[in-house]
């Protein structure tokens, strides 16, 4: 699909809903799911979205969901990869692309004889809306691990997750040879996707762990401006990201460069981190305002940094507190991001998701964060930001249990490539632009 | 052959009922009362085989010879697991003979809690047969009667080619995972088994299915030779390695093998004119 379908449908639903300003809907990633308020509705009536059509483009130097505003459904889902010869890499490459390519651009799946299993689960209705849906394809160290010929051209920062220091992983929910981020407006979306997935690709991948994740949703500030959504610590999360607007930005931040040490087929990938991040919540909220805090070093309320700021978007002065009298010099955000010239190096873009999966053998809730980021380098990204963190007060209200690190290879340029062409060339692997 | 013969002379007047809509033109109802008889043979001769096997596994038990025991405990199981699709047909027997201790509320403990895996349980677990005369002697009763409800059972041909996809689910929902037999860690012998009901089902049917979809018969039988190529690893003299010998790479190998399966067979009935 092209930009220009999607202004079209865009601009069709501001006409129909009288949404604001042509595309703002879109940028925002906001879910108002208004429930039905004609009288004498059912108990069990669908509750109504005029978000089902927001559609996002597969297409482009950057796969999408990375910049993307993130929706409020989120879910990263991890694969064992059964396709070892490039044959069969290109074919795994290829399905995944056109499933990818069908989902978020929505539409009707083929109708078979009622004789065989349906085509399509069935669980978005006949007709699959594309409900703002992203998936995003990277890849973990071992998939160029465990091919020979794809070895020689792993990015060069690719390595398999090391645990830190306030790690306890579990086996179980670690690494993987590729990874899907799936994020749209609702849960069912993501939902839907993965079981399409796994029902098209069956030979070539295994599921091995997924976690889900929410963000909770705002209802639209009349003055049109927005703000960042909170995590499960009751904080707004993604106060201080760098613009997702700013290409220029992004160009440093998050897209691996065309010159430098990585191989050529990477420009216009990215590196993404996951963690599956306990948080000890019951603990947490019974810790006083003022540590939490200081902890995270921003007002809870707000999510201004301490010192004076009213907003979550005013920018702590560090120069001007050596000391850490105002933020201390162990708070959260103090150690991600010191805030020096050369620290702009380790400037990284999160777009994590809120977790909650039952309930831990001691009673307590197992929730947390799904934390996602990208970056240019993950060495100068997430690893040394982690590290920085290492040790930090909030350690004592957080447990990493799982994740991984992969690498997202750049977008499909239009209908006729597939993510992973420039790997596949790069290999020498011969492959023909369908059109 | 007496049998076969009578067999098909009652599927001839269930086919004419039961199979009155092909969707595949290609294949007659009547084509289906072969596979079908032999089929039937089959499950009979597993049938027959499973009671003698658990014969000898029970007096084993019984005998509190814990060793002999433990090693016919793999090979028993074989011939429940290559006829499950139809086994199942009757649930009270398949709870009583083969289910799991999280099928029970009160899981080991439950006094519902019969069949191999109760046995399995205090052989493996306790090293003992103590207690466990009881469940030997209900195990031989629910496998003699199951063996004489199968003799007198007309097998539906939607169960019997449908069973095919059922095998791959089974293992695909809680085998591939060694969640089965998990005090012994037999796990492979049950795919083994699994494996070859379904196989033994495909095969023959193939004949109806190959004229109009080679391709098809193909990808099946070349995802069973996998399954069979991997296992063969782990072939033992006399039976398989246990389950955590299993490489993560090959895991991974039978669960993209079983899900694929599951996927193709699960088009099997359609692809017979089958509801
Ligand atoms: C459960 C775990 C975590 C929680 C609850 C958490 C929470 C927060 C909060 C509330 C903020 C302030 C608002 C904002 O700028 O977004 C923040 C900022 C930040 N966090 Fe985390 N975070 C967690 C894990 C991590 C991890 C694993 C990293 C990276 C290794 C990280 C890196 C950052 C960075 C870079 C900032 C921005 C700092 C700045 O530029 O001022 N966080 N986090």
């Known amino acids: 699909m092209t930009t220009n379908d999607n202004k079209l449908v865009t601009t069709r639903r501001n006409v129909l809903f009288g949404v604001g300003a042509a595309g703002s809907a879109l940028t925002t990633g906001l879910t108002t799911a208004r429930a039905a308020e004609k009288q004498g509705g059912q108990v069990t009536d669908a509750p109504v979205s005029d978000k089902t059509q927001e559609r996002q483009s597969f297409y482009g130097l950057h796969q999408a969901g990375i910049v993307t505003p993130r929706p409020a459904a989120g879910m990263i889902a991890s694969f064992h990869v059964l396709a070892k010869t490039p044959a069969d890499v290109e074919r795994l490459f290829r399905t995944l692309s056109s499933r990818i390519a069908f989902l978020m651009q929505g539409g009707t799946p083929p109708e078979l004889d009622d004789k065989l299993p349906p085509a399509d689960s069935g669980l978005l209705g006949p007709v699959i809306p594309p409900d703002n849906l992203t998936i995003t394809v990277s890849l973990g160290s071992s998939f160029f691990d465990d091919r020979y010929w794809l070895a020689p051209h792993k990015p060069a920062r690719l390595s398999r997750m090391k645990a830190f220091r306030n790690d306890a992983l579990d086996a179980d929910l670690c690494h ?22 796994l029902k098209n690709l069956p030979d070539l991948m295994v599921l091995r762990w997924k976690q889900e994740g929410s963000v909770p949703v705002l209802p639209p500030k009349p003055d049109g401006t927005h703000e960042s959504a909170r995590n499960f610590l009751g904080f ?7 613009d997702a607007n700013n290409a220029a930005l992004m160009d440093k931040i998050v897209w691996v460069p065309e010159n430098g040490a990585e191989p050529a087929w990477t420009r216009g990938g990215s590196y993404q981190a996951v963690r599956i991040i306990r948080n000890f919540v019951e603990r947490w909220d019974r810790t006083p305002l003022g540590e939490q805090e200081r902890i995270i070093g921003r007002k809870k309320a707000t999510g201004a940094p301490h010192g004076g700021g009213s907003t979550e978007h005013d920018v702590p002065d560090y120069s001007k507190d050596p000391e850490g009298t105002i933020t201390p ?17 380790n400037l990284i873009l999160r777009r994590p998701f809120n977790y909650s999966n039952g309930v831990s053998k001691s009673g307590q809730l197992e929730q947390g964060l799904l934390f996602i980021c990208y970056q240019a380098d993950l060495e100068k990204g997430f690893i040394t930001v982690q590290r ?17 690190f992969f690498f997202t290879p750049p977008g499909p340029q239009d209908e006729s490539d597939f993510v992973g062409r420039t790997l596949l060339e790069a290999a020498g692997h011969d492959v023909v632009r369908k059109s | 052959m007496k049998l076969k013969l009578v067999l098909s002379a009652s599927l001839l007047a269930l086919a004419a009922a039961a199979l009155p809509r092909m969707a595949n033109a290609e294949v007659a109802p009547l ?43 793999g090979s028993t199981r074989m011939s429940y697991e290559a006829i499950e699709p139809i086994a199942e047909l009757f649930s009270d027997l398949d709870g009583s ?18 069949g191999f895996h109760r046995i399995e349980y ?36 939607e169960k019997v080619v449908g069973g095919a996809a059922v095998l791959m689910e089974e293992v695909a929902a809680t085998k591939i995972s060694g969640e089965e037999d998990r005090y012994s860690h037999t796990d492979l012998w049950d795919f083994k088994a699994n494996f070859d009901g379904s196989r033994k089902i495909f095969d023959l049917v193939r004949p109806l299915v190959e004229k109009e979809d080679s391709a098809f018969v193909t990808k099946v039988s070349g995802n069973f030779d996998k399954v069979d190529t991997t296992l063969a690893k782990y072939k033992t003299a006399d039976g398989y390695e246990l389950y955590d010998k299993l490489t993560e790479d090959d895991r991974a190998v039978l669960a993209a093998a079983v899900n694929t399966l599951a996927e193709d067979l699960s088009t099997l009935r359609g692809k017979l004119g089958l509801n």
């Open chain 1, 236 to 242: 707004r999360d993604g106060s201080a990201n760098p």
């Open chain 1, 388 to 404: 920085q963190l290492d040790g930090e007060p909030l350690e004592e209200y957080i447990k990493p249990i799982g994740g991984g």
């Open chain 1, 176 to 197: 993987g040879d590729l990874a899907l981020q799936i994020s749209s407006n609702t849960p069912d979306t993501n939902i839907h996707a993965l079981r399409d997935v």
């Open chain 2, 31 to 73: 084509d289906l009362v072969q596979p079908i008889a032999d089929y039937k043979i089959y499950v009979s001769e597993h049938a027959e085989k499973l009671v003698a096997d658990t014969k000898v596994f029970t007096d084993a038990v019984k005998a509190g010879d814990v060793d002999k025991a433990k090693s016919l405990f």
């Open chain 2, 97 to 114: 003979i083969d289910s799991r201790a999280d099928d029970h509320e009160k899981a080991e403990k439950d006094p519902e809690f019969t």
């Open chain 2, 122 to 157: 205090g052989l493996f677990s306790e090293n003992s047969t103590k207690d466990l005369g009881p469940f030997a002697d209900k195990l031989m009763a629910d496998v003699t009667e199951l063996n004489k409800r199968i003799t007198d059972l007309t097998l539906p041909p």
């Open chain 1, 329 to 345: 010099l162990d708070a959260h955000i103090r150690l991600a991001n010191f805030r020096t010239q050369a620290s702009e190096a």
